[in-house]
């Protein structure tokens, strides 16, 4: 998913990006579209009717889906395009 960029001699310069047709690529941004849609269902309902009784287990989808999120970003700008 990460190539290096190999136009610069020094080896403090390089930096890692994504490269936009890759197939990791291809299959990351469909684990996020699943967490997005996972999201778009559970969280309205979890509000809607389950406020009062959080548990662990849907604190703990919130915090990992958002540091999915956040990671997806770091991702994005990352990726080169051409």
């Known amino acids: 998913m ?3 960029d190999d136009d ?11 490269q936009t ?3 990791s690529r291809f299959y ?7 967490l997005l849609i996972a999201n778009l269902i559970i ?6 009717f389950f406020n009062d009784d959080l548990s662990a287990h849907w604190i703990a989808f919130n915090s990992i889906s958002d540091t999915f999120f956040l990671l997806d ?10």
């Not at 990351?28 to 699943?34: A, K």
């Not at 969280?43 to 809607?48: D, G």
């Not at 970003?73 to 051409?82: A, C, K, P, S, V």
Request: hydrophobic letters at 50%.
């Open 73 to 82: 970003l770091i991702i994005n700008f990352r990726t080169g395009l051409y």
């Open 43 to 48: 969280l309205p309902v979890i509000i809607a």
């Open 21 to 23: 047709l890759d197939c």
């Open 28 to 34: 990351w941004d469909l684990f996020m579209l699943n």
């Open 2 to 4: 990460f190539y290096r």
């Open 8 to 18: 610069d001699d020094d080896d403090d310069k390089k930096l890692y990006s994504v």
